[in-house]
C-alpha cells in the first residue's frame, strides 16, 4: 500500500511532464496531421536551454530565490524553445505541404536526427547533472518501515503544469486563435476561403507546442537533475505513445495519456523489473496503435474515401 | 446542416421500384441503407435497385449522400443498417436471398448464379469475387506509373494466378509471359476504345484532365466488371467531351455485360444517357424513376432541378 | 542607366534586410547552445562557458549565405525556371553508361585496391569502403522493396537484420553449422518475424506504421539487451565462425585457404573473400528487385505506394501485398545480418539501434526511393563520406586536435534529410522507368505540353 502511494505520487509526476509534451504531438496532429518526429528532440533541446539558463541565473546572476529562478528559467526556456520550433516548422515541413505524403514524417526524421546530434557536438555527449536542490520533502505517511513522502519538487512540477495547463485550455477553447485552430483542423481549405490565416495559425500551434515542451523541459531538468543528448528519443516516444492512448487529436486526451503512461512506467517498475520498462512502454504503444488507434478519447476515424 | 429535418420529402416518396417493369431481375438491390457517422445521418433507409443492362443515375445535390452509397456499395464503408445484394449469372439465385441473410455467410451459389452480399465483404472482396468496379469523385490513378501499367495493375488478380503467386513468373516461365501478354491485349483494346493508345507509355499524371477520367474508366473495365459504379465522371469534362462520354458509356453497356450505376450533376447527360433514375436528397430517396418521368416529378423539381435552371442559364451564357 | 542602379540599389538593400532578419533569427537559435558552453570544471561542477567569436562566426555565415542567396541565387533561379527546361538526352546516356561501369568497377575493386596500395593498405580499403559500403547498399536495396516500391515507411527494419545476425551467431555457435547452410536459414527467420511483426501492423496508416515498426525495432533489440541468457546482454556474442572458402578455412593452418592454394598465408584473402560474397548477395537483391518490379507483385506494390484505396478498388487484397514486401525486404536485411555476423566474428545490440535504421532510410530516401542507382549512389556517399571523414587528417590541423570528424557524420545525416526532402522529395534519382511498354520503347517519355498538365493539376484541386 505505501509502495503503491509512492508510487501514485512519483507516476503522477513523470505523467505530467509527457502530459506536456504529448500535447505538442496532439496539437500538431490535429492541425497538419504529421507525427512531429522531432518534438521530443525539441523537449530535449528546451532541458539544455534550461539548464544555460539555470546556470546563467545562479552562478552568475546570483539569484537566490528559487521562485524568481524558476520562473526567469521557465520564461526563458519557454521563448527560446518556442524561437526553436518556429524555425523549424518554417523550414522543414512548410514547404512540404503538398507534398508526397511520407515527406513531412521524413523531414522530421531528419531534424530528430539533426537536434540530437547538434547537442551532442555543441554541448558535448556527457550527462549535465546540476547540483541537488530544494530537496525537502513532506512525510505523508509511514507505515512498515517506509515514508511516503511528497518532495517539493513534485508539488512545483503538479502547480506549474496544473497552471499552465489551465492557460492552455483557456487559449484553445476561448479565443480566436483556437477557433482559427479548430476550423484548420476541421479543413484547411474552407479556413482559408473564410479568411483564416493558415499558414500563421500552424505557425502558431507550433509555438504553443515547444512552450508546453519547454516547460516539461525545465521540469524534468528541475526534477530529475540531469539531461542528455540523447533524453530526446525515449520520451518522445512514451510520449507520443501518452498522445495516440488518450486519442490523437484529443487535448485532454494527452494529459490522460501522459498520467496513465507515467503511471504505468512507475508501477512497473516498481512491481516488475526495470529492466523492461522500456519494452513495456514500446509495447503499449504497439498494442494501442494496433488495437486501440483512435484512443481512449479519441473519435473513431473513417477513412474518407 | 441538418439531415433529419427533411422528412416529409422522404414520407412522399414512391416504395422501391414501383414504377418499373419487372420482366429483368436486378443486378443490385439495395434495401433499407442507412449510414451515421457519428451523429450524421448520411444516408437514411434507403432502398433502390438496378436492372441488370441499365444504366442506373443516382443523382441529388451535394452532399446527399451519393458517394456514401458508393462506398456502401463496394466495401469501403460498412453501413450502419441495410443489405446490399448483387447477383450475376443465372437470376434464379436471387431465392436464396433471405436463406443467404439468414445464414450469415457472403455468398450463395446457384448453378451458374452467384449471390452476394456486399456489405458483409471487405472492399477488394467486392472488386475481386463479387465483381464490382468503381471510379471515384476525386480521381484515383495511379499517377507515377504509366497509363499502361495502371491497366495491368487492374487485372492483377488474374495475372497474380498465371504468374503462380510470382514464383513461376519469377522463373520466368513461358505461361506467363503469354499470360502478360493477353492482359496487354485487353489493355490496349480499352486504350483503342478511350483514344488513349498513343499515350499508353507516359506516366497517368501526365494526362489531361479529360484523359485521366477515361483512364480511370478503362482501368475499372479492365477488371470484367458485372457492376460499374461511376462517382461523378463527367465533372470538369467540356460539353463535347461530356457528349463523348455518354457515347462511350452506352457502348459499354450495349457491346458488355456490364451494368452501369452513375452518380452524376450534368443533367444533360443523365437525362440522355439513364435508363432509369434515383433521386437523392439529404439521404433518402425522393423519387425514382425514367428520365421522362423525373424529368416532371414536382418533388424532384423543388428539391433538384433548380439547379439546373441555374445550369442552363449557365450554358446559355456560355455558348453566346 | 539611373534605374538599373538604382533597381541595383533597392535589391542589395532587400538582400540586406533578408539578411539582418536571418542574423537575427539565427542569433537566437544559436545563443543558447552554441553562445554558452556547459563543462564540468576541476571540482565537478558545471560551469558556463562563452563561445562569442564561434556563436558571431555561425551567425554572419548564416546572414551572409542569406544575403547571397537573396541577391544572387533566388534571382537566378527564378530566371532558370522561367526558361524552358533542358532536354534529359545527356543524363539519361549517363544513366545508360553508369550501370555496367559501376559493375564492372565493383568487380574489379580489389585487385585494383591491392595493386594501389600493396596488401598492407589493402584490407582497409577493401573492408572498410568496399564490404562497409556494399553492406548498406544491400541494406538499401532491401529496404528499397519495402520503403521506395510499397511506399511502407519501416523504421524498424534493422530488426531483421539484428535478427539475422542474431541468428547467425547463435545457431553458428550452437549447432556448428556453416555460413552457407545458415545464410538462407537465417533469411527466412527474418522474413518469418516480417510477417509475424507486419501481419498486425501493415492495414494502419502511413505514418502510425512508420511507428510501430519503430517500436518492434526497439522492442528486439531491448530483448537482445535484457534476455541475457540467450544473447549474453550487452556484452554481445563473440566467436561467431568466420565464413569459409566453401569449406575450407581462411586461416595459417595447413588446411587453411592460403596453404591449399600455395600462397603465402594474409588477412586479405578472407577481406578479399568476404567482399566478393557480400557483392553477390547485394547484386542477387537488385536483380530480384529488378525482376519483381515487373511481375504483377511488383507492379502492385508500386501501385500500392501511389494510391492503396484505388487498389482496393481493383481488388487487389493489399495486406498480402504488404505483407510480401515486408516479407521480402526483412529476408534480405536477415541475409545482410548474417553476413554481417560473419564478417565481424562479434555482435552486440551496440550495432542495431534507432539510428541504424535511421541510416538506411536516409540512403533510400536521399538516393530516390524505387532507384537501385540512387540507393547505391547514397550509400556510396553517405557510407564511404564517413569513412573518408575518419581519414581527413587535415581537418584536425585546421579545427584543433580533439576535432572529431565522425561526430558530424549523424548531424550531416539529418540535415541532408530535411534538405533532400524540401528540395528533391523524389530523392537524388527520381526518374522512374516503367515496367513495361506498349509502343516501342521509347528512350524519353514525351512530355505532355505543359498547358495541358497544369490544367490538369488545376481541375484536380476541385472538390465536391
Ligand atoms: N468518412 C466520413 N466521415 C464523416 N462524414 C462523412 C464521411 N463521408 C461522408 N460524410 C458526410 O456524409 C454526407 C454525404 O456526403 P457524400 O456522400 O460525399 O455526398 P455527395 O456525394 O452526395 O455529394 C456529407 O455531409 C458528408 O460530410
Ligand atoms: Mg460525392
Known amino acids: 500500500m505505501e509502495v503503491f502511494t509512492q508510487q501514485l505520487i512519483n507516476g503522477i509526476t513523470l505523467g505530467s511532464i509527457y502530459g506536456l509534451i504529448a500535447i505538442g504531438y496532439t496539437m500538431v496532429f490535429g492541425i497538419i496531421g504529421m507525427v512531429n518526429f522531432a518534438h521530443g528532440d525539441v523537449f530535449m533541446v528546451s532541458a539544455f536551454i534550461a539548464l544555460v539558463t539555470l546556470l546563467l541565473v545562479t552562478t552568475w546572476l546570483g539569484i537566490g530565490s528559487f521562485v524568481i529562478a524558476l520562473l526567469i528559467v521557465l520564461i526563458v526556456a519557454m521563448l527560446f524553445t518556442s524561437l526553436v520550433n518556429w524555425a523549424i516548422e518554417r523550414v522543414a515541413y512548410r514547404p512540404l505541404r503538398g507534398s508526397f505524403r511520407l515527406a513531412p514524417l521524413i523531414s522530421a526524421i531528419g531534424m530528430s536526427i539533426f537536434l540530437s546530434n547538434f547537442v551532442q557536438v555543441a554541448q558535448g555527449p556527457r550527462v549535465k547533472s546540476i547540483p541537488p536542490f530544494f530537496n525537502e520533502v513532506i512525510v505523508l505517511m509511514s507505515g512498515n518501515g517506509y515514508d511516503v513522502a511528497v518532495s517539493y519538487k513534485q508539488i512545483v512540477v503538479w502547480i506549474v503544469t496544473a497552471a499552465l495547463l489551465l492557460v492552455f485550455w483557456f487559449v484553445v477553447t476561448k479565443t480566436a486563435l483556437g477557433r482559427a485552430q479548430r476550423a484548420c483542423e476541421q479543413d484547411q481549405k474552407m479556413a482559408a476561403l473564410l479568411g483564416i490565416d493558415v499558414d500563421r495559425t500552424v505557425s502558431i500551434t507550433f509555438v504553443i507546442a515547444a512552450a508546453l515542451a519547454a516547460v516539461a523541459g525545465t521540469m524534468y531538468l528541475m526534477y530529475y537533475g540531469v539531461v542528455s543528448f540523447a533524453d530526446g528519443f525515449v520520451p518522445g516516444v512514451k510520449a507520443f505513445t501518452a498522445a495516440v492512448l488518450g486519442g490523437i487529436g484529443s487535448l485532454p486526451g494527452a494529459v490522460l495519456g501522459g498520467l496513465l503512461i507515467g503511471l504505468i512506467e512507475t508501477m512497473w517498475s516498481a512491481y516488475f523489473s526495470t529492466d523492461y520498462k522500456d519494452v513495456a512502454a514500446f509495447s503499449i504503444l504497439a498494442i494501442t496503435m494496433i488495437f486501440l488507434p483512435q484512443g481512449i478519447l479519441g473519435r473513431p476515424d473513417v477513412e474518407k474515401v | ?320 | 542607366m539611373a534605374p538599373e542602379a538604382s533597381g541595383l540599389a533597392s535589391r542589395v538593400v532587400g538582400a540586406l534586410r533578408q539578411a539582418a532578419i536571418t542574423g537575427l533569427i539565427a542569433f537566437g537559435l544559436l545563443l543558447p547552445l552554441i553562445g554558452f558552453n556547459t563543462v564540468q570544471n576541476i571540482r565537478n561542477e558545471l560551469i558556463l562557458e562563452t563561445r562569442w567569436p564561434l556563436l558571431a562566426a555561425m551567425v554572419a555565415i548564416i546572414a551572409g549565405g542569406r544575403f547571397l542567396h537573396a541577391l544572387l541565387i533566388a534571382p537566378w533561379l527564378a530566371r532558370r525556371a522561367l526558361r524552358p527546361r533542358p532536354e534529359h538526352a545527356p543524363r539519361a546516356r549517363l544513366a545508360r553508361w553508369l550501370v555496367p561501369f559501376a559493375l564492372g568497377f565493383a568487380i574489379v575493386y580489389p585487385p585494383l585496391a591491392l595493386s594501389i596500395t600493396g596488401v598492407q593498405g589493402a584490407v582497409k580499403w577493401i573492408d572498410n569502403f568496399g564490404v562497409q559500403i556494399l553492406i548498406y547498399v544491400m541494406l538499401g536495396w532491401g529496404l528499397n522493396i519495402v520503403v521506395g516500391l510499397a511506399g511502407l515507411l519501416d523504421l524498424g527494419y534493422v530488426a531483421f537484420y539484428a535478427v539475422g545476425a542474431y541468428s547467425y551467431a547463435l545457431l553458428a555457435n550452437s549447432f556448428g553449422l556453416s555460413f552457407w547452410i545458415l545464410l538462407p536459414i537465417a533469411g527466412c527467420l527474418a522474413a518469418f518475424w516480417g510477417i509475424l511483426l507486419g501481419f498486425p501492423v501493415l492495414r494502419l496508416r502511413g505514418d502510425y506504421l512508420a511507428i510501430v515498426t519503430l517500436a518492434f525495432g526497439e522492442i528486439i533489440r531491448l530483448i537482445l539487451i535484457n534476455w541475457v541468457s540467450v544473447t549474453n546482454g550487452y556484452a554481445g556474442v563473440s566467436g561467431i565462425p568466420r565464413p569459409t572458402f566453401f569449406g575450407i578455412p581462411f586461416n595459417a593452418s595447413d588446411e587453411g585457404f592460403a596453404a591449399r592454394f600455395g600462397l603465402e598465408f594474409s588477412p586479405i584473402y578472407r577481406t578479399i573473400f568476404l567482399y566478393y560474397v557480400i557483392l553477390a548477395l547485394a547484386l542477387i537483391t537488385a536483380a530480384m528487385t529488378v525482376r519483381l518490379r515487373r511481375l504483377p507483385i511488383g507492379r502492385a506494390w508500386e501501385a500500392l505506394r501511389e494510391d492503396e484505396i484505388a487498389c482496393r478498388s481493383l481488388g487487389i487484397n493489399t495486406t498480402n501485398t504488404k505483407l510480401t514486401a515486408f516479407a521480402m525486404g526483412a529476408m534480405f536485411a536477415g541475409f545482410a545480418g548474417s553476413f554481417f555476423a560473419a564478417r565481424q566474428g562479434f555482435i552486440s545490440p551496440e550495432s542495431f539501434t534507432f539510428m541504424e535504421s535511421a541510416v538506411i532510410v536516409a540512403i533510400v530516401v536521399l538516393g530516390g526511393m524505387g532507384s537501385l542507382i540512387g540507393v547505391a549512389i547514397a550509400a556510396v556517399i553517405m557510407i564511404g563520406g564517413t569513412e573518408i571523414m575518419r581519414e581527413l587528417d587535415f581537418l584536425k590541423a585546421i579545427f584543433g586536435t580533439n576535432f572529431d570528424p565522425t561526430q558530424y557524420r549523424m548531424l550531416l545525416f539529418g540535415f541532408a534529410m530535411v534538405l533532400i526532402m524540401v528540395w528533391r522529395p523524389r530523392g537524388l534519382i527520381a526518374t522512374r522507368e516503367p515496367s513495361t511498354f506498349l509502343n516501342a520503347r521509347r528512350a524519353l517519355p514525351s512530355r505532355a505540353p505543359q498547358s495541358e498538365e497544369t490544367q490538369a493539376s488545376l481541375v484536380r484541386e476541385r472538390h465536391g
Not at chain 2, 200 to 227: F, W
Not at chain 2, 252 to 274: N, Y
Open chain 2, 1 to 320: 446542416m441538418s439531415v433529419t429535418s427533411y422528412d416529409a420529402a422522404a414520407a412522399g416518396a414512391r416504395p422501391s421500384g414501383s414504377a418499373r417493369p419487372s420482366n429483368l431481375a436486378p443486378v443490385l438491390r439495395v434495401e433499407h441503407l442507412s449510414m451515421r457517422f457519428g451523429g450524421l445521418v448520411a444516408i437514411n433507409d434507403f432502398s433502390f435497385a438496378a436492372r441488370r443492362g441499365d444504366i442506373t443515375a443516382l443523382i441529388g445535390p451535394n452532399g446527399a449522400g451519393k458517394t456514401t452509397v458508393f462506398n456502401c456499395i463496394t466495401g469501403f464503408y460498412k453501413p450502419s443498417e441495410g443489405r446490399i445484394a448483387l447477383q450475376f449469372g443465372d437470376p434464379g439465385v436471387w431465392e436464396e436471398l433471405s436463406a443467404l441473410t439468414e445464414r450469415g455467410t457472403r455468398s450463395v451459389t446457384r448453378g451458374d448464379g452467384m449471390l452476394f452480399l456486399l456489405e458483409r465483404m471487405p472492399d477488394y472482396l467486392v472488386a475481386h469475387r463479387a465483381r464490382v468496379a468503381r471510379t471515384f469523385q476525386n480521381i484515383r490513378l495511379f499517377q507515377g506509373m504509366t497509363v499502361l501499367e495502371n491497366l495491368l495493375v487492374a487485372q492483377h488478380n488474374s495475372l497474380m494466378w498465371a504468374s503462380g503467386f510470382t514464383v513461376l513468373g519469377a522463373l520466368g516461365l513461358r505461361s506467363y509471359a503469354r499470360a502478360e501478354r493477353s492482359a496487354i491485349d485487353k489493355a490496349r483494346y480499352w486504350l483503342d476504345r478511350t483514344g488513349l493508345t498513343d499515350r499508353a507509355d507516359d506516366p497517368a499524371g501526365e494526362l489531361p484532365y479529360g484523359g485521366q477520367r477515361r483512364l480511370e474508366i478503362a482501368r475499372a473495365m479492365c477488371t470484367d466488371p458485372v457492376l460499374l459504379c461511376l462517382d461523378e465522371p463527367a465533372a470538369g469534362l467540356n460539353p463535347n467531351e461530356s457528349a463523348d462520354l455518354g457515347r462511350y458509356l452506352h457502348k459499354i453497356r450495349d457491346e458488355h455485360a456490364t451494368s452501369i450505376l452513375l452518380i452524376e450533376h450534368d443533367m444533360t447527360v443523365v437525362m440522355e444517357i439513364s435508363d432509369y433514375i434515383v433521386v437523392l436528397d439529404h439521404g433518402q430517396k425522393i423519387a425514382d424513376g425514367t428520365p421522362d418521368e423525373i424529368r416532371n416529378d414536382p418533388r424532384v423539381i423543388a428539391a433538384y432541378l433548380g439547379v439546373e435552371e441555374e445550369e442552363v442559364a449557365e450554358r446559355a451564357i456560355g455558348t453566346q
